[in-house]
Structure formats: structure tokens, C-alpha cells
């Protein structure tokens, strides 16, 4: 794995990251500032800017983990 030390902040509408990144190719600082995203947006933004920097630093792709799918249970009433 890669190592990463980072800092993550937010307020109302601000979402924040910063970090140092041990790369193989070495280490890098990176701080990526959003304001009036909302936050998952954010979060994915600042994933993919993270991700393109690495790549560009390094020439290795970054392998993205797969969404996680969240489904909702109906609740089925029995009539007995």
C-alpha cells in the first residue's frame, strides 16, 4: 500500500484535505481545498485530484476500490 499522512477539516460548505504522500517515486505534499460542493462531491473530487497528481508523480495507474452499493430493505408486513 501507499503510505499517506493527511489532515482532513470542514466546515458549512468547506471540505479540506491535506497530506504528504510516500510515493515510490518519493514523497509530495498535496492540500485540496472545496467550497460550496456539497460533501460527497467533495469527497470524490478530492479522491480523483489526489488519484491524477499520484498518477502524474508516479506513471502507476491507481487502482479505485469499487463503490459500495447500499440497498434499502422493505419491511414486508405478514398478515397472520
Not at 472545496?34 to 462531491?41: A, D, W
Request: hydrophobic share 40%; proline share 4%.
Amino acid at each position: 500500500g501507499i503510505q499517506i499522512a493527511n489532515k482532513t477539516g470542514n466546515l458549512d460548505n468547506v471540505y479540506n484535505d491535506v497530506g504528504i504522500i510516500y510515493s515510490p517515486k518519493g514523497r509530495f505534499a498535496l492540500a485540496i481545498f472545496t467550497y460550496e460542493i456539497k460533501r460527497k462531491v467533495a469527497r470524490k473530487l478530492i479522491n480523483d485530484v489526489t488519484a491524477a497528481v499520484y498518477e502524474a508523480y508516479t506513471g502507476q495507474k491507481v487502482i479505485q476500490p469499487k463503490p459500495k452499493i447500499r440497498r434499502k430493505i422493505k419491511k414486508v408486513k405478514r398478515h397472520v
